[in-house]
Structure formats: C-alpha cells, structure tokens
C-alpha cells in the first residue's frame, strides 16, 4: 500500500478530522467513525484504503480471468 493511495479520492474518499474518519458519499461527508485518539484515526483510515484497494485488486483478476 503506497502512501499516495491515501490521496487517490478516485474510489472511495475518505478524511480524518481529529479522531473521527469521514466517508464521501453523493457530494456529502458522513461519519464513518471515531477513535479514543488521533494515532487510532489515522491507523482506521489507513486500514480503510488498504481493504479498498484489495477489494479493487480482486475485482481486477475477476475480470481478467472472465475474459480469458
């Protein structure tokens, strides 16, 4: 997972603001979810954006292997 995936809003946009995480959805920021504190936050987002992007990664192979 490269750090500029968490810039990537392409997919999923997510932000931290203090201990709570934030999710875009239909131009609106809905809260995802909090934290005890702000490492925990960031470590949240984190995970986040790596689920997604193993998600996106899976859906990948599936249409590569319906191709073939």
């Known amino acids: ?6 810039k990537d809003t392409r997919f ?5 603001k ?7 959805k239909d131009d609106t920021w809905t809260k995802k979810g909090c934290s005890n504190n702000i490492e925990k ?3 949240y987002l ?3 954006y790596s689920v997604e992007e ?3 990664e899976e859906i990948k192979r599936f249409m590569k292997e319906a191709k073939e």
């Open 46 to 48: 984190k995970k986040l």
């Open 18 to 24: 203090g201990k709570c995480v934030y999710v875009k």
């Open 41 to 43: 936050a960031k470590a």
């Open 12 to 16: 999923m946009p997510y932000k931290r």
């Open 1 to 6: 997972c490269s750090g500029r995936l968490h």
């Open 54 to 56: 193993i998600v996106r």
